[in-house]
């Protein structure tokens, strides 16, 4: 019975172990050579530098003052720090808080020419250590955001040095933020434009295709403008940026009915879905551009038939969702280049939209798998988790 | 009994499981009949599979066992096991749903925004489930015992190869499916048989051959639990009726299949129908552990008494209509191991994969699968001698002192905070957990002490409300950020959205 106990005991110290090589597996390295003094003193600035940055690319405002604000004082080595916008001050880390409130007087020179300036703070206290100040602009392309103010007892053309390389440092790093921030702007402008775009061919396409059948057989024409508008309706959606498998699989099935209709019998359509994974939550339009891509491809050229697969299946936290089609395929290396961004046509502009936006979303790991060569068909494999903290379709009931 | 019967019927089980779930009934139809396709698992089909999950050895097996060994008292057990699913439905089950968790770690990553409570509710989710998988390979040992003659351990490791092959190799795609055919297997293989049973006594004139003493005498065990159990039976019970009530809405393999339902609502409407499936299931081991204490009385004085559903067959009915209706319930008892093992299997492994195990990927999924079976293979092998449905009983202790009041709580109560919930799960299941381990391993022998070890829900589940609260009360200003909005998720039916306003229904979702 005792070995059994301790047997039992293991148990959580099994777990535990697995938690920590986890982490130390995560982080590797660890204790090494310290190097000399001054390589020190360039690790430790280069650390503070880095504990800095992330608040900063939120932008210059109040909050990431605040946090930065105490990294960066320890980064010049002064008594006070202070950050301001144009207009007030944002954070004041440490001693003589009552110093602040005179800050904004002594900037105005400043912030109109974006040159930095020294100023003595006219405190009489003998003991005060906030006697002296340097200030420098923080300027993103060209325009004066704010400034950097550092405090000393005494005057010190060191400090006022460091002062401005560390507001250079600060502008960099808001420029990043800058730059961050249109990324993501450029993203959302796209899926914009994919709303929009839902290319006039497609609609004046099936428009006619729905014409032929206005005659010959009015009930599915009107079928067919009932699909139409749907599938439109879902499109043009303007609330929410994700949506259920569920959804955006109803609307490809609207979408593969009024190709058809155009098509007939040169395409075939097999769809294998689970319905475990209906409920599983994605980016709106990720998959509608992917079949897009699979049709556009298969009818392509001298193909006279084409068969389409969409698949999607449970994998555990995952659901996995495979298209393929058996039409003239791409070259390997064209493809890498429009996932970059380098191509011009619009499949291009849809397929590195949905891997972009996917990989925004659900991190790196969860990109497009696309296996191709030319004239041997394209399989494109998407894996979404199912549950992603912040991901949740907005509110439209199916069921 | 007929070895040959018995090992068809385990055989036919197993491969009508792993083909079902390998080629079965998914889905596969050509466009014009996508519609088919686009409809979620509706609230039958989910309730049907949670049912198959849920119904385990210890139901199919342990309640009619301990019915035989203790008389009516452990009626409380059928009854417990299901009203856990009435205290899920009123609390927690459109909520969570709504909530978009697939496991108790997202869903406690969502509502406190919390990495590090992750990582404990994660601890604490291998931690029960590992509790649970180890009866389920002993039940397996024990029936393959009776039946074949094998070994005590070969049942166990079949089981545990079964699943761990299926799982890992993918096999188990179409689950939802396997999981509600188990169901309705499960409940033939017992109903079937117990009707013919109860005309068998009929036929008996009413009176059993060896009639013996009274029924329900209770006496004559000479388990540990059962003494401690003789010794403090209203504490026990209470502690049992604790657990169970409270313990099913925190248990992994339930929890990931509400994420099947389209929304809130599907799910408190399948969470009702799983009512009416279990309770109709429930009310068959009675009438075993009933039978059994006519026919087989002399099981209750050895550990075997889980083994009553088993024997009844061969002893009352007898010849080959014994033989075929024994293979029935063999085959069944075998579906109960292997849907619900496989079901935890897939819950702990996908746990340790995500957040325990370093990188991700495939082949860490299959890692972590053998990771998670090896453990409780080894805990079946070494402990025996805990009644199947004492243990289970122990996971659900685990379960209803830490998940109960995270789930509770977080669904309910806006001031929880990550300190708050990390100290309840900490103190209430980390104090059940080392509770039943200290049991299971034998190291507390008797008296108050092991009564309150064995039964641990009475206290364990208090500490952990009452941590949660009070830490949470002392820690206000690190209330999760976005607690307003994630609430408004929770409570407010997904048909409408956050600006209050109706929004249409998109009119191209067919009902």
Redo the contacts between chains.
Sequence with gaps: MTATAVLLALCPLLLAGGFVLGRRTAHPGGRSDVGTPVERATFDTLHTASLAAPPLRAGLTEESARRSARRLRTLLGTDALCLTNRTAVLAWDGAGDPHGKQVMGHLEGLLDTGRSAAFGCGCDAVDCPLRWAVAAPIVTDGRVLGALVAYAPRESAVLARAADEVARWISVQLELAELDRSRTRLIEAEIKALRAQISPHFIFNSLAAIASFVRTDPERARELLLEFADFTRYSFRRHGDFTTLADELHSIDQYLALVRARFGDRLSVTLQIAPEVLPVALPFLCLQPLVENAVKHGLEGAVTRSRITIGARDAGAEAEVVIEDDGVGMDPGELRAILRGEGGTSTGIGLSNVDERLRQVFGDDYGLVIETGTGAGMKITVRIPKYRAGVHSSGVEVG | MNEAYAISAVTVVVLATVLIGGFGL??????SD?YV?????GPGLNAAAISGEYLSAASFLGVAGLLLVHGPDMLWYPVGYTAGYLVLLVFVAAPLRRS????LP?FA??RL?SRSVR?VVS?LV??AG?LYLVPQLQGAGLTLQILTGAPRWFGGALVAAVVVLAVAA?GM????FVQAFQYWLKLTALLVPAFFLVLAWHGDGGAPPPADGLPWSGAGSGQPLATSRADHPLYATYGLIVATFLGTMGLPHVVVRF?????G??ARRTTVAVLGLIGLFYCLPPVYGWLGSLYAPELSATQDADAAVLLLPGRAVGGLGGNLLGALVAGGAFAAFLSTASGLT?AV??V???D?????GVRH?RLATLLAMT?PL??AL??SGVPVADAVGMAFAVSASSFCPLLVLGIWWRRLTPPGARAGLLLGGGSA?VAV??T????VQGGWLHTLLAWPAVWSVPVGFLAMILVSLATQDSVPPHTSATMT?LH?P?????RGTI?T?????R?
Excluded at chain 2, 100 to 103: K, L, S
Excluded at chain 2, 173 to 176: A, D, F, N
Excluded at chain 2, 494 to 498: D, F, G, I
């Design positions: 998914r889905i596969s139809r050509t466009t996508f396709a686009s409809r979620t698992v978009g968790a697939y496991t997202d990553e969502g925004e990582r601890m291998v931690g590992w993918g795609r179409s689950i939802t994420y099947t339902s389209p929304n609502r599907a897939m492994a996908g340790l994969s995500q325990v195990l370093p990188a991700r999924f453990v080894g805990g070494l402990v957990l381990t200290l299971v391993a034998g190291v998720r407010l997904e048909s409408l959205s956050v929004t229904g998109e009119p191209g979702a009902p």
